[in-house]
């Protein structure tokens, strides 16, 4: 046996990560240092190598309302196992009194309503959305300042030995869960120091964190968020962490690119819904910046973008299917209308087949299954010239 001396990289990760890394890349944005500690800790799984006896990871997402804390849950849980709803949701403000501890874990026998009781926390539900290859449960914990005392020693034990007892002394298993939770504690101040004057990013498009100046603000950022949690946290529960993540305020660059993420789950979700009277949309920049205006705002994040997209988009979209206005093969340009500001839906084409609208629409939309030409479901290229004239 000779002597190797052969240097590894440990930095590199497996198949299997990478592909959630690239999913969720495709998903969120701006959140890199979340994606990467995510990823980090299914690799760690995969391989065997998280410690035993606990859950698969603890989370802390702290950072401003809107910045992604709950959709980079549902899109790991997309990733992974196919569905974005695949995840258990405590809203910690919810369960403030014992007799609602009651509703998390059941009451124990004898006691008044104990047959009727389905703990929301038992095995069952905990496992509902295990496939047969994935066998991994999401559990969300929102707004954790706000918990009990009771429901923080409940938390305390699942965050440490990955089990929790019901009620009745049944025992539910959390070693197969990830477990995050958020909070939005430090987030003002974290606001102020991103920018003191309006509270949030600068208006000039730029992506954060590239320049040297960007990484030094982003560390003083979460380093500001870390020590607000270290107030308010005991060091008991701060010690069961695997990872605290401070999530970073939007900017302008970043929302951009999340409507186009939005616009694009529009368009999947027109292909998914009525294959056979599938159409394409695209709007224009004038239709975007619209949208952008009235869906995000400095306080919000991206908070009230989709609802500004259903009410804006949708809504009138599908006043056009169902009048008839609207046909499968169409292509929609949506552009911009001022005083009043709405937008304006524009046919370009009509009679496009499935194949060419295909090329038109952007690479990441997966036509479903009942899309087939002859038989077979197609492929076709998608050119960059394709891809480039669509919305805009
Ligand atoms: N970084 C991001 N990448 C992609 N989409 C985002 C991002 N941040 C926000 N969004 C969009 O905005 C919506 C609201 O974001 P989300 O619910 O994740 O906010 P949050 O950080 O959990 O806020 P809160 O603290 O109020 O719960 C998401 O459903 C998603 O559509
Ligand atoms: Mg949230």
Redesign the pocket.
């Known amino acids: 046996m000779g002597r190797l001396n052969m240097a590894l990289d440990p930095s590199k990760t497996g198949r299997e990560a990478e592909t959630l890394e690239s999913s969720l890349r495709k998903?969120?944005?701006?959140?890199d240092e979340a994606i990467q500690q995510i990823v980090n800790i299914y690799q760690m799984n995969l391989t065997g190598m998280s410690a035993p006896g606990r859950p698969i990871g603890n989370f802390l997402?702290l950072?401003?309302?809107?910045?992604?804390?709950?959709?980079?849950?549902?899109?790991t849980a997309e990733a992974l196992l196919k569905n974005p709803r695949a995840v258990i949701k405590i809203d910690c403000a919810e369960f403030q009194h014992s007799h609602e501890i009651a509703k998390l874990i059941g009451s124990p026998p004898g006691y008044l309503g104990h047959r009727e009781t389905h703990p929301l926390l038992s095995q069952e539900v905990i496992n509902q959305h295990h496939t047969d290859t994935m066998k991994i449960s999401f559990v969300l914990f929102?707004?954790i300042e706000k918990a009990s005392d009771a429901l923080w020693n409940l938390l305390l034990g699942i965050l440490d030995k990955g089990t929790l007892t019901l009620g009745d002394n049944r025992k539910v298993d959390f070693s197969r869960a990830l477990i995050f939770m958020?909070?939005?504690l430090g987030?003002a101040e974290m606001s102020a120091l991103v920018s003191p004057k309006l509270g949030f990013r600068g208006a000039e498009p730029k992506e954060a964190g590239t320049g040297p100046q960007d990484e030094k603000l982003n560390a003083k950022v979460a380093k500001s968020g870390v020590e607000a949690a270290r107030r308010k946290f005991t060091p008991e529960f701060m010690n069961r962490l695997d990872k605290v993540v401070v999530?970073k305020p939007?900017g302008d660059a970043?929302l951009k690119?999340?409507l186009d993420?939005?616009l694009n789950m529009v368009q999947q979700r027109i292909f998914n819904s009525s294959p056979d009277r599938a159409f394409i949309f695209h709007a224009s920049d004038t239709a975007k910046q619209y949208l952008l205006r009235e869906g995000t705002d400095v306080k919000?994040?991206?908070?009230?973008?989709?609802r500004a997209i259903e009410r804006l988009l949708v809504q009138p979209m599908s006043n056009l299917i169902a009048t008839e206005q609207v046909r499968a093969g169409d292509w929609l340009k949506i552009d911009f209308g001022a005083a009043p500001e709405h937008l304006i839906f524009l046919k370009e084409a009509e009679g496009l087949p499935i194949r060419t609208m295909a090329e038109l629409v952007d690479n990441s939309i997966t036509l479903p299954v009942q899309t087939m030409v002859n038989g077979a479901p197609f492929e076709t290229p998608r050119t960059q010239s394709a891809k480039n004239s669509r919305r805009g």
């Open positions: 998903l969120i944005v701006g959140q997402f950072g401003p309302t809107g910045s992604g804390k709950t959709r980079i849950v549902e899109a929102d707004e958020t909070s939005n987030a999530f939007l970043e690119r999340i993420i939005e919000y994040g991206a908070r009230h973008l989709k």
